[in-house]
């Protein structure tokens, strides 16, 4: 396993958001993801109780080495008028032994830009 790649973004309150990752081996091949989950979290500072969830989706078909991550507009909106957060993604699958493998594959800040039109 390798660490994760950190990557800072901004992103506009109020408004759809949609993120395609894409994994590749250290070959440069594509990362096969069958049988993996994925899942993402944003919280105000890494101590924080509160998170918000990204919805996660590993789209068929998963030996393409895609994560897509999305927020609707209503929890774009629901941030702080202006704010950093920090966030990371994970991936996780089961190994034959029944335990459960988690790999964090990116992770970062957040910038949000406050919205006019609400």
Known sequence: ?????????????GADLAL????????GSKKDLTGYSAS?????????EDSIDFTAVIP????????TLSLTHL???????RGRYVYDVEI????????TIIE???EGKIKVNPSVTR
């Open 92 to 99: 996780s699958f089961v190994d034959e032994d029944g335990h």
């Open 104 to 106: 964090r594959i990116l």
């Open 75 to 81: 929890q774009t909106d629901a941030l702080s008028t």
């Open 60 to 67: 068929d078909p998963s030996p393409e080495g895609i994560v």
């Open 1 to 13: 396993m390798t660490m994760a790649t950190y990557e800072d973004f901004t992103i506009d309150q």
């Open 20 to 27: 395609q990752i894409e994994l590749v081996n250290p070959d």
């Open 40 to 48: 993402a979290k944003m919280k105000k500072t890494y101590r924080s």
